[in-house]
Structures are given as structure tokens and as C-alpha cells.
């Protein structure tokens, strides 16, 4: 399926290296794009660039190549890569079974739940796969396993206890009801809008009671975050916080993670990778990612609801960057999945 992909061939072009074939793996999907991973390059295509057939295809961790032929690009699925089943599919348990055995898996019921889970969120059923859910299977959480796996975090008990937390209370629910009242006027209009300097005021200001424990909760699932967020090899660095704030009398936390991504190429500026999850009233959950280079930004906005709203406002926001002496390069505004929602969290640790 050939592709366009404007603005990517000096990009890929250095990463190819002189090879008609580069090699690389789909990171995620949403409901209109498809981020690829080449080396340490992530590539963001359009699904209605793709053929049926080839979006059928992809999911998850599938193994992609994709082709340089006359200056055209064309990506297919690399040869003899397990393809995901389509989300939702039911399979049977006989052949599921025989496909256990045929991995040298006995399909006990844990087994076999395990292998329906993830043929139903578009993974191939890989013995090591298996193998990692299977003890959560047996401890009766893997539906908080499968959420940590699909959103690419390390099976740990805590991030599985943390996800359990999550499901009971979802991101866009206010940290405290009524928290407006307890609150001094100073400090309510420091909480505003999300922001470092209102998170730095209520810290100072409440460190006790039903407001300072889930506080406390916040924290620690921030320095959680922050962990996980952290690169391995020490080249890039990530932070991840919460962002406290009022909707009326209600105070919510936002989210935000901040990554270096490095150089794109010798002589570039570097990229700054901005992420963040912010429950709204007019639009329900937003997740809005920013791409920054120099003065440079590029935006990708998705929303749980109102998206025509949403993608209404950006001319304003577009001519506020533009005062502040920024351009706006590319701007995509989506509807955000209702499966994503509740993995909100998980993503920002990705």
C-alpha cells in the first residue's frame, strides 16, 4: 500500500541508511492514525491512507517494512509476522485450545482466558505473552493486567493495584466534591487553571485530612510515573505530574508528561514531546500531545466528546501561538476512543 508521507523523506531517507527496506513495529493505534516505530524514530500515519486490508493487518507489536521504490513509499506487514486478530473476535474454544497445545500451553481456563484477552485487543498469541498475563489470571485481575499490557507497561503488583484503583475511580472524577469551600479565595483563584503555581500553593496550604491523603495518592502515583517514564539508557529524560485545579466547586487533577526526544537529525533542534490528560466540561476527557522543535509545534488533539467544538477553537489558538511567537505546523483534532478512556493513565507513563 503506497503512502504519503510529506515531510518524512529526509527523515527516513537518513534512516534507511541506503536500503530499499527499513524495518520497524506499530507502537499504537487510535481511531484515525497509526504510530509506527522505526529505530528511535516514531512515524504517525493516517489511517485512511492504508488500505482495508492493511489496516486489518496491523495491531499492536505487529512487525512492519516499509519499501522505497522510484522515490514512493509503500508499507506492508513483514512476511511471516503473526497477524492480530480483529478486536472482538470470537474464537472457538476448540480451536483456541488446539492453538495452546500447539504451543506447548495446556489450555487449562486460566490459560484459555488469558488467549482470548488478548486475541480480543488485537495481539498474536505468543507463548512468552501467555506465560507473563498467566499469574495475574490466577490472582483474578487480569483485566487490570491486560490494560498495563496493552498500554505498554512492566507487570509490577503495584502498577496492577494502581489500575485497580483507576478502574474504581475513573480520571475524569474530581479529586475532592465541594473542595471550593475548604478553600481560601487566594488559593481558589491559584487553582484556577492547572498549573505548577497552583499545585505549589495547595501543597503548602493542606497537608492533613481527606484532601492531603488523596493528595498523597497522587503523589505517589506520579512518582510512579515518573519512574516508568524514565529512559533506560539515561540519552532522553521524561517528567510526569499532576496539575490540581477547580471546575467549579469541584477539584479535578490534570496530568502532564514532558519528554526530550532528542535530535532529529546533526544540526536540528531538539524535540520536546508534551502530553497531557485533562478532564474539561464542555469536551469530557482531552488528551492533547504537542511536539515542539525550536518554534516549531505541532498539536494532535482528541476529545471524548464535542470534537467539531474543539477543532472550532483552534484558528484562536493557532493566532495565540502565533503572538507568542510560535508556529503551528500541523494540527489534528479526533475523537477520543472510548476503549482509551480508561487507560488514560497508563498512557502518559508510556
Excluded at 130 to 156: D, H, I, N
Excluded at 179 to 190: G, I, R, S, W
Excluded at 213 to 226: P, T
Excluded at 255 to 280: C, H, Q, V
Amino acid at each position: 500500500m503506497r503512502i504519503r508521507l510529506e515531510g518524512l523523506g529526509p527523515l527516513l531517507t537518513e534512516l534507511l541508511g541506503g536500503r530499499q527496506v527499513l524495518l520497524g513495529q506499530v507502537q499504537r493505534l487510535t481511531a484515525a492514525s497509526v504510530l509506527l516505530r522505526f529505530g528511535q524514530e516514531e512515524v504517525e500515519l493516517a489511517l485512511e491512507e492504508l488500505s482495508p486490508e492493511l489496516q486489518a493487518a496491523l495491531g499492536e507489536g505487529v512487525a512492519v517494512e516499509l519499501h522505497r521504490s522510484q522515490g514512493a513509499w509503500a508499507l506492508r506487514v513483514k512476511p511471516g509476522a503473526p497477524l492480530p486478530a480483529p478486536r472482538g473476535q470470537e474464537v472457538s474454544l476448540q480451536t483456541l485450545a488446539e492453538a495452546l497445545v500447539a504451543l506447548d500451553l495446556r489450555p487449562t481456563e486460566e490459560v484459555q482466558l488469558v488467549a482470548k484477552g488478548l486475541l480480543e485487543r488485537g495481539f498474536p498469541l505468543h507463548r512468552e505473552y501467555l506465560l507473563a498475563l498467566l499469574p495475574w489470571a490466577e490472582r483474578g485481575q487480569l483485566e487490570e493486567a491486560l490494560w498495563l499490557w496493552e498500554a505498554g507497561f512492566p507487570l509490577t503488583p503495584a502498577l496492577v493495584e494502581l489500575v485497580a484503583d483507576l478502574r474504581r475511580e475513573p480520571p475524569d472524577q474530581p479529586i475532592l466534591e465541594q473542595a471550593a469551600e475548604k478553600l481560601p479565595p487566594k488559593l481558589q483563584e491559584a487553582l484556577r487553571l492547572p498549573g505548577r503555581q497552583g499545585r505549589t500553593a495547595l501543597g503548602l496550604e493542606l497537608a492533613e485530612g481527606r484532601l492531603g491523603k488523596d493528595l498523597a495518592r497522587l503523589l505517589s502515583a506520579e512518582r510512579l510515573f515518573h519512574a516508568l517514564a524514565a529512559a533506560p539508557d539515561g540519552e532522553n529524560f521524561a517528567f510526569v505530574f499532576f496539575l490540581p485545579f477547580l471546575r467549579g466547586a469541584d477539584l479535578f487533577a490534570a496530568w502532564a508528561k514532558i519528554t526530550d526526544e532528542g535530535k532529529t537529525a546533526p544540526g536540528e533542534s531538539r524535540i520536546f514531546r508534551l502530553e497531557l490528560l485533562l478532564p474539561t466540561e464542555a469536551f469530557g476527557m482531552v488528551r492533547a500531545e504537542l511536539a515542539v522543535w525550536g518554534k516549531e509545534v505541532r498539536l494532535n488533539l482528541a476529545s471524548e466528546r464535542n470534537c467539531r467544538g474543539l477543532a472550532a477553537q483552534m484558528g484562536e489558538l493557532e493566532a495565540e501561538l502565533g503572538a507568542a511567537g510560535w508556529r503551528l505546523q500541523e494540527v489534528k483534532v479526533g475523537e477520543l476512543e472510548p476503549c482509551a478512556k480508561p487507560l488514560l493513565y497508563a498512557m502518559i507513563g508510556k
